[in-house]
C-alpha cells in the first residue's frame, strides 16, 4: 500500500503532463505561418535561450547565460552570422507551465530560429512537442533525462526528433553514479532521494536499477520539490547506510541534506548529481558530485575561451554548467552557417535547421576532442560522466 501512495500521484501528474502537451503541441494558424515563413540570414537571426534565472536552479540557468553571450559575442563573426539572444525563466519550481508559455511566444516570432535548451528535463518534455510542430529545432545544454531520447521501460521518448542535447544522459550517469560506489566507495546499502520531478526520479530509477542488480541494498525516498527541511526523511535513513544518493537540481537540499545526517550522527555520504554541482552552495567535505563535463582547462586549446570569458565575467569562477552552453550554442551556429549557404541566404523555413544540427561536427570540442551526434539518437556520440569530491577547503577534486 505503501507503494501506490507514490505512484499514484506520479501517474496521475505524468498524464496531466501528457495531456497538457499534446495540447500545446497543436500549432495555431499564426504558428504556422510562421514556421512556413522564409528567414533572411542576411538580417539579425534570434535564437532563445530557456533556462531557469530564478529559483533554487537559478545559478544553473545564469552561468549558462553568461557563456551564451559570450558565445554569440565571440562565434557569430567567425560564423558569418548576426545573432540576437533572447531569454526565457522556467523556475524548476513552478513545474512545466513557463516552459509551455514560452514555446508560444518564440514559436510566434519567425525570427527566433532556434532553442537554445531547454536546459532542465521536465521543460523539455513539456515544450518538445510545440517546438517540433512548429519546425523550431532545440538543442540542450544540460538536460539529462534518458528518456527524453530514448524509450525506458517500454515507454516512448519524451521529446521529439527535433530534441537534441551535447551532453550524456542519465542512463550513462546513473550506471557509472553506481558503480563508482560499488567499486570504489565498497557500498552496500544506499539510500535514493527522488524530488517528484522528471529529472530526479529518471536518474534515480537508472542509479536504483544498476545498484539492485549487483546486490546493493536501497531504500527510497520521495519528497516534494519545494521541501526545505528533510530532517524527517534523513531520520529513516538507517545508521549503517553507506551513501545518500541525492539526484538535485537545487545544490542547497544537497547541502542540507549532508549537513542534517551529520547533525544526527549518521555517517553516509551525500552524493549528487549534475544538478548539484555548485561548490558556492554545496561544499560539505567528504561528499561526491557527477558531471557531464571535466574542467576545461585539461585541454590546452580552451586557453583563449577561458582567457576570454574571464575578462568578460571578472572574479567568477568557471563551473560546469556554462562551458555546455557555449558548446551548444557553437553547434547552432554551425547548423545555421551551412544551412544559410546551402540555401544561398535564405531558409526557405525553420525546420530545414533540425537535420543540418544532426550532420554537424566541430573539432577541438570545448569539453574534449571532437563532437558530433550518434547515428542512433539525438545525443553526443561518446558522452561520458566525470566524478569529483569535495575536499575540506570546499574545492572540486577529480576522482574519476
Not at 542576411?42 to 535564437?47: A, D, M
Not at 530557456?50 to 549558462?64: C, H, K, M, R, S
Not at 563532437?371 to 569535495?390: A, E
Request: aromatic share 10%; hydrophobic share 40%.
Amino acid at each position: 500500500m505503501r507503494r501506490l501512495r507514490f505512484i499514484l500521484p506520479i501517474a496521475a501528474a505524468a498524464l496531466t503532463l501528457a495531456i497538457v502537451t499534446a495540447a500545446s503541441a497543436r500549432p495555431s494558424h499564426t504558428h504556422s505561418a510562421a514556421a512556413a515563413q522564409v528567414v533572411n540570414c542576411n538580417g539579425p537571426l534570434k535564437i532563445a535561450m530557456v533556462t531557469p534565472l530564478t529559483g533554487g536552479a537559478g545559478f544553473l540557468g545564469n552561468e549558462q547565460l553568461s557563456w551564451a553571450k559570450y558565445a554569440v559575442k565571440t562565434l557569430q563573426k567567425r560564423y558569418g552570422l548576426k545573432i540576437q539572444l533572447l531569454t526565457g525563466d522556467t523556475p524548476v519550481e513552478q513545474g512545466p507551465a513557463p516552459a509551455q508559455a514560452l514555446a508560444q511566444k518564440f514559436i510566434a516570432d519567425p525570427r527566433v530560429v532556434a532553442i537554445l535548451g531547454p536546459s532542465t528535463s521536465g521543460a523539455v518534455a513539456a515544450s518538445s512537442a510545440a517546438y517540433f510542430a512548429a519546425g523550431l529545432v532545440h538543442v540542450s545544454e544540460s538536460a539529462t533525462r534518458t528518456q527524453l531520447t530514448k524509450p525506458v521501460g517500454g515507454q516512448p521518448r519524451q521529446a521529439t526528433a527535433g530534441f537534441f542535447r551535447v551532453v550524456a544522459d542519465d542512463g550513462i550517469q546513473g550506471p557509472n553514479d553506481a558503480n563508482y560506489m560499488i567499486s570504489k566507495l565498497h557500498v552496500k546499502k544506499v539510500a535514493i532521494f527522488d524530488f517528484q520531478e522528471p529529472y530526479s526520479q529518471g536518474i534515480a530509477a537508472d542509479t536504483e536499477t544498476t545498484l539492485k542488480a549487483k546486490g546493493v541494498t536501497t531504500t527510497r525516498l520521495s519528497a516534494p520539490n519545494t521541501t526545505t527541511d528533510y530532517s524527517s526523511y534523513v531520520s529513516r535513513i538507517s545508521g549503517d547506510t553507506d551513501v545518500v544518493f541525492v539526484p538535485t537540481q537545487k545544490p542547497g537540499d544537497a547541502q542540507t541534506i549532508a549537513e542534517q545526517l551529520a547533525e544526527q550522527g549518521k555517517k553516509a555520504k551525500v552524493f549528487g548529481t549534475d544538478g548539484s554541482n555548485n561548490p558556492a552552495q554545496f561544499k560539505f567535505p567528504g561528499s561526491y558530485v557527477s558531471n557531464f563535463a571535466a574542467p576545461i582547462n585539461l585541454f590546452p586549446y580552451n586557453k583563449a575561451i577561458i582567457a576570454g570569458w574571464k575578462r568578460d565575467n571578472p572574479g567568477k569562477e568557471i563551473g560546469s554548467f556554462g562551458p555546455p552552453t557555449y558548446g551548444a550554442t557553437q553547434v547552432i551556429f554551425s547548423a545555421l552557417q551551412q544551412t544559410c549557404a546551402k540555401y544561398h541566404g535564405k531558409l526557405p523555413n525553420r525546420r530545414v535547421l533540425i537535420p543540418a544540427v544532426k550532420r554537424v561536427r566541430i573539432h577541438n570540442w570545448i569539453l574534449g576532442g571532437d563532437f558530433r551526434f550518434s547515428t542512433r539518437t539525438n545525443d553526443p556520440f561518446n558522452g561520458r560522466f566525470y566524478i569529483f569530491q569535495i575536499q575540506s577547503n570546499g574545492t572540486y577534486k577529480l576522482v574519476q
